[in-house]
């Protein structure tokens, strides 16, 4: 696995949460079969200060639409199993899978940010969006994005249940250019100071099957179990 980060002015603390983190996050070995083969170049990138993270985009990918944030002040988002953008721009419809960890600062504000997420991460699903674009003889691609969310039966060690967003995409036409819709998967779960995300993306045109999401669930299951420990 590839290392990088990117660095505020050199601190200690910094260097401990970066392998910290590195420590915690997952690792290849990790991966259930069913989300194999994994992209042949990987990375784990540190960063702080940390972006805002978001849980969807909610309405018609135009103007009109907008981000739903992830609540909360969190120190640090660490994220691994990222395709090199060299690697998926020349593959261009690879499958990818992520982990990305907002970590705060004390147990109880991760705790108080997972339960606001629980409640706005049903905002992102019961609705579909649809895009159209003519192609130059004339013929019409049309993909239809469904999205759904819930919650796994099963509690991590933390004591809550992840929470999950699922998207679906259906299409008719054949498909020449414009934008396309991203099938995938993310479950978020909840450990001590952090929370983490599992996002898994199939090849562009194919959506998960009951395997693959179970193999999700799986992995965010493990992931929690680590930071736990």
Known sequence: MLFGAAFAPAQASFQDDVINAATNMIRKSDVPKAL????????????????????????????????????????????????????????????????????????????????????????CGGGTSTNSHQNTDGSTFTEIQASTTGTLKTATDGGEKPVFLLNSVSTSGQYESGQR??????????????????????????NLTNKTQKAVDQLSMKAAARWVS
């Open 36 to 123: 194999r083969p994994l992209p042949k170049s990987q990375s784990f990138i540190s960063l702080q200060p940390t972006p805002r993270a978001f849980l969807c985009v909610i309405g018609a990918a135009d103007d009109k639409s907008k981000k739903l944030p992830i609540t909360g002040k969190y120190s640090q988002q660490d994220v691994a199993f990222v395709p090199d953008i060299v690697t998926l721009s020349s593959i261009g419809e690879g499958a990818s899978l992520a982990q990305a960890v907002m970590q705060f600062e004390r147990p109880k504000a991760a705790a108080k940010s997972f339960a606001q997420l629980a409640k706005d991460i049903g905002k």
């Open 181 to 206: 819709f991203d099938a995938g998967y993310t479950v978020y779960s909840l450990a001590k100071n952090v929370i983490s995300a599992i996002t898994h993306q199939p090849k562009i045109g194919v």
